[in-house]
């Protein structure tokens, strides 16, 4: 099965973190082009940028004019001081979210099955407000164009270290399946993400939370996707899947905390791939956090490998240990907080 990547030159030098991050930001994406061109089943496209109208899928216009303004000034930040306002930064925001936009349109037109866009996954960003170096919601964007178009069960999987609270707040009362699972605890970014959060309306029992202790390792990553994320991706039957595969959760990862290595993200993918191949359906990935730049890129090379069905690939983009166990407290709150949560999403979901 073949990936499609969307790349252009333009995103070796985009970036919206404050400027010491830029580099490493960016750096990833140079080494994972580099280690995926190689390979035969994949295919590098060049993406439109979107849109002003497409990115009202999910934004205000109050909002985008701003964001304009700001990108001509130059200077300052578009949020509490997070998010650099760097000149041009409307511009730039356009050919990011582009690549998802631009890889969700194939996938719809049946052009492709597999899709990443490295330089995607903005998903702090909310209707009116940037956040945690995001500026416009690609993922949110791309599931409005696609329910625009009839879609339905469109399902949102997000394993960023970092809770997708823009995600989730853009979708809320929207009966779309969108999960994330994330570190959670006192003082922690963005501070949302608890188990009590399910939507509002319709959209009721459709926002999963899987909150997270400090610590987290890859055992318990499995376990919560054998619990829970697998279970609700079963039961909801999605017809097209999107993908945050924000690696900031890998061990040693300074800003999150947790401690997946390959056999996590690997152990994912591998799930997630019987499910494709059971039903058919299309996924489109995109990056997000992560700021070790030679380990994002081999993590988001390894799990397109696996969703793709590729081998001879696999083995030399893991981590040389892997495998990481949680230990016995960390355990006690994650089974304790699983059990809470398959007690409610049970009437609904049916796990």
């Not at 582009?98 to 330089?119: E, R």
């Not at 994330?182 to 029992?205: A, K, M, Q, S, V």
């Not at 890998?250 to 999150?256: A, E, F, M, Q, R």
């Amino acid at each position: 099965m073949d990936i499609w990547i969307a790349y252009r030159d333009e995103y070796l030098g985009i970036g919206f973190t404050p400027p010491e991050l830029l580099n490493i930001w960016t750096k990833r994406v140079e080494i994972f082009v580099n280690i995926i061109k190689s390979f035969e089943n994949t295919k590098i496209f060049t993406p439109e940028p979107a849109q002003e109208e497409e990115l009202m899928l999910a934004h205000t216009r109050s909002y985008i004019e701003y964001v304009k303004e700001k990108g001509e000034k130059g200077k300052g930040y578009l949020d509490y001081g997070d998010t650099p306002a760097y000149p041009n930064i409307y511009e730039k925001a356009r050919l990011a979210i582009g690549g998802t936009l631009s890889l969700a349109k194939k996938a719809f037109n049946k052009q492709l099955s597999i899709g990443f866009n490295p330089q995607g996954g903005f998903h702090h960003a909310k209707s009116n407000a940037a956040g945690g170096f995001c500026v416009f919601n690609d993922l949110a964007i791309s599931a409005r164009f696609l329910l625009k178009r009839g879609l339905r069960r469109i399902a949102i999987v997000d394993i960023d270290g970092h809770h997708g609270d823009g995600t989730q707040s853009i979708l809320y009362s929207e009966p779309l399946l969108k999960i994330s699972v994330h570190r959670y605890g006192l003082g922690f970014y963005p501070g949302t993400g608890w188990i009590d959060e399910l939507g509002t309306n319709e959209g009721y029992g459709f926002s999963i939370n899987i909150p997270l202790p400090i610590g987290s390792g890859d055992d318990i990553f499995m376990y919560v996707i054998d619990e829970v994320i697998m279970p609700l991706i079963k039961s909801y039957k999605p017809e097209f899947l999107i993908l945050q595969l924000g690696v900031d959760g890998h061990l040693g990862d300074p800003l999150v905390g947790l401690r997946y290595t390959s056999k996590g993200y690997g152990y994912f993918s591998s799930k997630l791939r019987e499910y494709i191949d059971f039903r058919k359906v299309p996924v489109v990935c995109t990056g997000g956090g992560g700021y070790q730049p030679e380990i994002s890129a081999r993590m988001w090379a390894l799990m397109l490998c696996i969703l793709a069905g590729m081998k001879g690939e696999i083995d030399y983009l893991r981590d040389r240990e892997e495998g990481t166990v949680s230990g016995e407290e960390t355990w006690r709150v994650m089974k304790k907080r699983v059990k809470t949560l398959k007690d409610i999403l049970s009437s609904i979901h049916n796990i």
